[in-house]
């Protein structure tokens, strides 16, 4: 974890992030009911910061302590620095669940554990993409392969999914999945 955790804090140092909110929580967020959220791997805040500005306590979940030092200081913010690998959701908690730029797959089947009845997940990551743009081969454990992500949240009522292209911060080609998705509502 203090590997992970130095590794982390020099990246958040060395490369600036984007302090707006990612676009696909700006235009889904209406489907969750504001309450409690979770913003995994949250980074410097960006889209903590949107959800609570939206009226939604927020638990701002990262490993980097420097990137947390920079969340906002706020009494609907919970920042909590802590190694996902370890780090275990609480069931049965979250209207709204926020997972971008970040995979860990033993974490989605508690994902859907902490969604409350008619929670929704907004979830968007890197998808394999092997020689397609002529990137550097990645630690393929953290990149989704062709219609993962959808068939991990079968059971949920999907919003919206798509996988494409798009450019990152360093002006790269990458594919990206992403999928909205919704859990119905206790009869």
């Not at 235009?27 to 969750?32: M, T």
């Not at 275990?88 to 979250?94: A, G, L, R, S, V």
């Amino acid at each position: 974890m203090i590997e992970d955790k130095q590794r982390w804090n020099e990246r958040y140092q060395e490369s600036p992030m984007p302090d707006h909110v990612t676009s696909i929580v700006e235009k889904y967020i209406e489907h969750a009911n504001i309450g409690q959220a979770i913003d995994l791997a949250c980074g410097t805040g960006r889209n903590t910061h949107f959800l609570a500005e939206k009226g939604f306590d927020v638990d701002a979940v990262d490993i980097s302590d420097y990137a947390l030092e920079l969340v906002k200081k706020s009494p609907t913010i919970n920042k909590i620095d802590t190694d996902l690998d370890k780090y275990n959701i609480t069931p049965k908690k979250y209207d709204l669940i926020v997972n971008v730029n970040y995979l860990n797959r033993r974490l989605i089947s508690q994902m859907k554990d902490a969604l409350k009845p008619g929670g929704v997940i907004i979830f968007e990551t890197f998808l394999v993409a092997h020689g397609d743009f002529k990137l550097p081969t990645m630690n393929l454990d953290y990149l989704l392969r062709k219609n993962e992500l959808l068939h991990y949240f079968i059971g949920l009522d999907v919003i919206y999914y798509e996988e494409r292209i798009e450019t990152n911060l360093k002006g790269e080609r990458v594919k990206v999945a992403s999928i909205v998705a919704k859990k119905e509502l206790a009869l």
